[in-house]
């Protein structure tokens, strides 16, 4: 270990703090320096299972299956989170997003492409109508 970097052979997590003591102010000359690390511990949070996205895209638009696919892989992904297999999960999670992602623009299309059809084919009948009515 550099003395001059205390912290370059330690892990990212630990910091140096050197000299903090009564009456001594950081890099203070003199008297026994003491170097003390601490340590922080980063809890991984475990990813989102995407659940409740995956039963409206499958209960209210599964085109071409992919809202079950999307279901089916949300639990997945939520056994792997109980068993403590965060990795798993993640994997198992980000399929259920990617799923549901497509899911949701395909609906979104077709939603948007019923309501053009219906308002042209509306627009098509009145005006029949008032051709036929017109003679």
């Given at each position: ?73 949300s639990i997945k992904s939520r056994d792997r989170k109980v068993v403590g297999d965060h990795q798993g999960a993640r994997h198992y999670s980000s399929t259920a997003r990617c799923l549901n992602i497509w899911a949701t623009v395909l609906n979104i299309i077709i ?25």
């Open positions: 270990m550099n003395p001059a970097h205390p912290t370059e052979a330690c892990p990212p997590e630990a910091v140096a703090l050197q000299g903090r003591g009564p009456g001594r102010f950081p890099g203070q000359p003199g008297g026994p320096n003491v170097v003390q690390y601490t340590t922080v511990n980063i809890v991984a949070e475990p990813p989102s299972d995407y659940v409740v996205w995956s039963i409206c895209n499958f209960i209210y638009g599964n085109m071409f299956c992919l809202g079950l696919a999307a279901f089916i892989f939603l948007l492409f019923c309501i053009i059809l219906l308002i042209s084919v509306s627009v098509q009948t009145s005006r029949m109508m008032h051709h036929y009515y017109r003679k």
